[in-house]
T-cell receptor
Framework: AQKVTQAQTEISVVEKEDVTLDCVYETRDTTYYLFWYKQPPSGELVFLIRRNSFDEQNEISGRYSWNFQKSTSSFNFTITASQVVDSAVYFCALSEAVNYGQNFVFGPGTRLSVLP | NAGVTQTPKFQVLKTGQSMTLQCAQD?????MSWYRQDPGMGLRLIHY???????DQGEVPNGYNVSRSTTEDFPLRLLSAAPSQTSVYFC????????????????FGPGTRLTVL
C-alpha cells in the first residue's frame, strides 16, 4: 500500500530564513510519481512540482528546490529566503503508475508560517 | 478554459438532508476524482472515474454516490448527510497519459465547504 508521511505538522520561521519541508513515502511500485502542492489561506490547491521515480535529478525553481532520494524514500522541499507569501499548508503526494489518476495519496500536510 | 469548477462554494445542511455537489471540467480529462479534506489528515479519496460511465470507490466512499454520464461532469451525492461529513470537498481531474510521458498532474477545483448540523 502507498503512504506519505510529513512528520512536521507546523513550522514557523522568520522571513528570509531557509526552511525544508520533509516528505517520506512508501510504495511497492517501481514506477511512481511524487508531487508537492501548496494550499494558501484562500484554500485552493496549487501544483508546485511533479517528479518521476525514474528521474532522480534535483530541481530548482527560483527560491524553491526539491531533493529526491530513492535510497531514503524522501522527496524534501526547500524554500530559500522565505517570504510571508510562502505561508501556507504544503502537501506531498504520491501516485503509483499502475493506477495514476485513480488514486493520489496525500500526506497530512505541513503548515508553514513565515513571520515578518 | 475555466479548468475545474465546483458549486456551491459553501453549503450548510441538516442531518439527514441530501444534496449534490457539482463538478465540471473543460479540459477533456479522462480521470476525475472527489476528495475530502479534514484537519490534520490531508486529502482522502472518496470516489473516482476513469471515463464516462465508469466509477469506482476510493478510501472513504461510505455515504457518497457518484455517476459520470459525460466526460465533463462528475457530481457527488450525499444521500443522507451526517455531521461526520462536515469537510471541505475537492474535485480534481487529470489526463490518463502518464505512460506517454506527460509532465502533468491533477488539477483541482476551488473546493466546497460543507457543514452538516
Amino acid at each position: 500500500a502507498q503512504k506519505v508521511t510529513q512528520a512536521q505538522t507546523e513550522i514557523s520561521v522568520v522571513e528570509k530564513e531557509d526552511v525544508t519541508l520533509d516528505c517520506v513515502y512508501e510504495t511497492r511500485d517501481t514506477t511512481y510519481y511524487l508531487f508537492w502542492y501548496k494550499q494558501p489561506p484562500s484554500g485552493e490547491l496549487v501544483f508546485l512540482i511533479r517528479r518521476n521515480s525514474f528521474d532522480e535529478q534535483n530541481e530548482i525553481s527560483g527560491r524553491y528546490s526539491w531533493n529526491f532520494q530513492k535510497s531514503t524514500s524522501s522527496f524534501n522541499f526547500t524554500i530559500t529566503a522565505s517570504q510571508v507569501v510562502d505561508s501556507a499548508v504544503y502537501f506531498c503526494a504520491l501516485s503509483e503508475a499502475v493506477n495514476y489518476g485513480q488514486n493520489f495519496v496525500f500526506g497530512p500536510g505541513t503548515r508553514l508560517s513565515v513571520l515578518p | 478554459n475555466a479548468g475545474v469548477t465546483q458549486t456551491p462554494k459553501f453549503q450548510v445542511l441538516k442531518t439527514g438532508q441530501s444534496m449534490t455537489l457539482q463538478c465540471a471540467q473543460d479540459m477533456n480529462h479522462e480521470y476525475m476524482s472527489w476528495y475530502r479534506q479534514d484537519p490534520g489528515m490531508g486529502l482522502r479519496l472518496i470516489h473516482y472515474s476513469v471515463g464516462a460511465g465508469i466509477t469506482d470507490q476510493g478510501e472513504v466512499p461510505n455515504g457518497y454516490n457518484v455517476s459520470r454520464s459525460t466526460t465533463e461532469d462528475f457530481p457527488l451525492r450525499l444521500l443522507s448527510a451526517a455531521p461526520s461529513q462536515t469537510s471541505v470537498y475537492f474535485c480534481a481531474s487529470s489526463y490518463s497519459g502518464l505512460a506517454k510521458g506527460r509532465t502533468d498532474t491533477q488539477y483541482f477545483g476551488p473546493g466546497t465547504r460543507l457543514t452538516v448540523l
